[in-house]
């Protein structure tokens, strides 16, 4: 379960945020999960509940948005999302799971083979806004 | 946006004691030859050690220790690699196994950044960090991520890698980054520490030469062989480590 050295970094950093602010209350955050981590949500919950013990906001400030991959090839300039990509055996996709740069090592523009593409987005987990009440 | 894995890094790395980046502007003087017998002496003197290859276009450190790896096993996070019972280890290769890893620059310091996140080191006196060469991504970003890493430059007798290996030295003096030494690599007879061109340039920055390995053509076999350290190998990285650990540890 590594998405809980993930879940731990989203609640750091929103703490961090929050002390950085004056430490009042938390109202909202919003964090992003991109999917070509393939995270397990049940499991990033999990870990989120792990690293609230404690804290004076829970689970139910956080919202969750899916961040669709998407791949442009450096060479052809041709897009295309994850679903768009041949399956990859188990390995492969555990393997991207861990570290999404390994995709560079997995897959290939499907329109010239080249593996020098860039994510556009969807890579993995990031915090788009915390809001914090006003002091 | 902000990317949260940047606010753990600091408490991933919180139970190492000391890190020692092993790096070199120049390719091919034997940095992951070196890391590795490094971390091995460590462990085999009873420190508990690990070793970080950075090199992901590289990562051979794995090939030098003979070690088969499987995927990290998880535990709120991904704990390191065993090898040979006794070293903690990490390497892009766990994830690229022997296939090419094409990355860029901005992918470089992603997946070192993931990887530094998520990675939860035991208590480890040592942490060995096998840099790739060149003064690029990796470099700076252990700069800008690791907050005490120290340097151990590495160096072979010949004159165009000093005077490469010179411009990394003079950078970083300039940014006032602890180096505790060059350790000469593929040292030969007639060139060696005692006199030579290694010492010479440590002379005019003023540190310390740490100790010489010597070239050896069986280094590659030696390293992955049952025990590396019984053989020639073992006395001069032993003599390394002596300089590098005195005072500074107890196993």
């Not at chain 1, 109202?27 to 999917?35: N, P, S």
């Not at chain 1, 899916?66 to 393997?95: I, K």
């Not at chain 2, 704990?79 to 390497?91: A, E």
């Not at chain 2, 942490?127 to 800008?144: K, S, Y």
Request: one cysteine or more; glycine letters at 10%.
């Amino acid at each position: 379960m590594h998405e809980w050295a993930l879940a731990e970094a989203v609640v750091a950093t929103v703490e961090k945020i929050r002390q950085e602010n004056g430490g009042g209350r938390v109202l909202a955050v919003r964090v992003r999960i991109g999917e070509l981590q393939k995270i397990s949500p049940e499991a990033f919950q999990e870990g989120l509940r792990a690293s609230l013990a404690g804290r004076p906001y829970g689970a139910e400030v956080f919202a969750f948005l899916d961040d669709p991959a998407v791949f442009r090839c450096r060479l052809c300039a041709r897009e295309w999302p994850l679903a768009g990509v041949p399956e990859l055996g188990e390995e492969e996709r555990e393997a991207v799971h861990f570290l999404p740069e390994a995709a560079h090592v997995y897959l290939r523009c499907p329109g010239c083979g080249s593996p020098d593409f860039d994510l556009t987005a969807g890579r993995g987990v990031t915090i788009e806004a915390v809001d914090l009440e006003s002091a | 946006m902000i990317d949260p894995r940047l606010t753990v890094i600091g408490r991933r790395l919180a139970p190492v004691r000391r890190i020692l980046a092993f790096a070199s502007a120049k390719g091919g003087v034997g940095k992951s030859v070196c890391s590795a017998l490094a971390a091995l002496a460590l462990a085999d003197s009873g420190r508990r050690a690990g070793l970080l290859d950075l090199d992901f276009q590289g990562a051979s450190a794995h090939l030098l220790l003979g070690a088969q790896l499987g995927f990290p096993e998880e535990a709120a996070g991904i704990k390191p690699l065993r090898v040979r019972d006794k070293l903690d280890f990490m390497s892009f290769a766990a994830f690229s196994r022997e296939r090419a890893v094409p990355l860029r620059g901005p992918e470089v310091t992603e997946a070192l950044v993931e990887l530094l996140a998520i990675t939860i080191w035991d208590p480890l006196d040592f942490l060995i960090v096998d840099m790739p060469p060149g003064i690029g991504d990796e470099l700076l970003d252990v700069l800008r991520l690791l907050e005490r890493p120290e340097f151990v430059v590495v160096a072979t007798p010949s004159a165009l890698s000093l005077r490469v290996v010179e411009r990394l030295l003079a950078l970083l003096v300039e940014l006032r980054l602890p180096i505790r030494g060059l350790l000469e690599n593929m040292a030969r007879p007639g060139i060696s520490s005692d006199g030579g061109p290694v010492l010479e340039l440590a002379a005019r920055f003023q540190l310390p030469v740490l100790g010489s390995i010597p070239w050896l053509p069986e280094v590659e076999d030696l390293l992955a062989g049952p025990n590396p350290l019984a053989g020639p190998l073992g006395p001069p990285i032993r003599g390394v480590l002596r300089r590098l650990t005195d005072g500074s540890d107890s196993s």
